[in-house]
């Protein structure tokens, strides 16, 4: 059995922004990443290859390729979590001991919720930007879409990018306008949630835009099934007591139910919600002091991007390094900085720049955010994947708080 000064569960984004500056820091052989996958995604791209705008390969590299050479890979999967005694068990029986540990294991896909979902999947107009395969198909669906009912869904769970499915509606129904057929075609945006985007500020402007583009909303709608024999799509209504409704379609999106991994959640280190139970301000554990968290599976009460991990990677190493250096330095607090880039047409984006823990924006450029941007468009589809792959993966890239806050004097007051 094998121990490490740092051994870090993931190898996302989450993972890999730690692991990468640890590793540097402390040399080989002190840091460990476990990770099963053979393939790294980033997966934010997959909106555009969706749309058609970006190729599926520009969002894979093989995991060998991103992974920190310092660091020591163990490709399998972490089983359990033994915290009491500083290990955890792989899917082969091998205990891996640390000093400190990361937990970064993303979010769990549960496609078994929706009955019929998975065999659907990928076949006859069924699609999921949510999955490496089905994502795939997505572009080839709406091109084959000669008119009818398109529907796209939000599930009742917490997701990975709330915005996405929003984005995936914005983008077809633009499609459809292109191909000639959006006069005969119903665009139906069908939510678990209240409203189309959690934060008002850019609610209210995505809402407006969703009506004048004819995209019709249904609130408290949850899809529990699918059946593809008869195009059916059937939705629980949750504001009248759980009423059933079947929607016919001939394309959908499905956003599916998502949560936290299960080895998480049957762990000690869960919260009584399944997530990994970190302090919101410095993503250390609740109960184990050695043991850190952040990204998709952790407790954090923000939107769970790519673009929060930049502003919680950045904390997060402060505050271990910080221990694993045995200094007494005032810990680095995260401000929930999240990003969700509303992509609402081909060269359309609205970036919406906030933090999840109080709603308020925490927009980088001294403009009113909410403009429809084609600038912004630019820069989330070829400027940011670069950031992404260069410099967060690699440690140098902690958000763009900095920027921000220097940009802070030119900016307009805000009406809210
Ligand atoms: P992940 O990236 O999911 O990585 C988790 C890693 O842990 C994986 O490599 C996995 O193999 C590994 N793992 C799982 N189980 C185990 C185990 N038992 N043991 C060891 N390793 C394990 N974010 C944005 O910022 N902007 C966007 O525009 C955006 N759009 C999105 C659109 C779509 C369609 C999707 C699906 C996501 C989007 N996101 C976006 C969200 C973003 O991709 C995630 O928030 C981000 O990838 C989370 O990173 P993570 O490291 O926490 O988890």
Redesign the pocket.
Known sequence: DQKFKVVV????????SVSSTVSQLLGKNQVAV????SK????????YV?GGLKNFNESVKP?AEVMPSDAEWIQ????EFDPDNNTVK??DGQVVGYDYLVV?????INWDKVKGLKQALGKDGVTS??DADS?QKTYKFLQEFKGGNALFTFPNSPL??P??PT??TFLAEEAFRLSGVRDKTNVIYNTAGGKIFGVDHYGRVLQKLADERNIKLNFQHELIEIDADNHQAVFKNNANNGEISSFEYDFIHVAPPQGP?T?IKESKLADAAGWVDVNKDTLRHNKYKNVFA?????SLPTS??????TAESGVLKHNLIADIQGKKVEQAVYDGY????L?VGRNELILAEFSGYTGQPLETFPVDQRGISRVSQFL?KEV?PAIYWNGLLKGTWTGPGLFRRMLDPLRPKRDN
């Open positions: 569960v993931g190898g996302g984004p989450g993972g890999l476990i990770e099963p996958s790294h995604y980033y997966q934010p791209l997959w909106t969706g995991m399998d999967k972490v089983t792989l899917a970064a294991a993303g979010i769990q930007n949510y994502v990975k990018c915005g996405a984005k995936m991994p080895f952040l990204g998709d599976c952790s769970k991007t790519a673009a929060a991990i999240t990003s969700c880039p992509i989330n940011i």
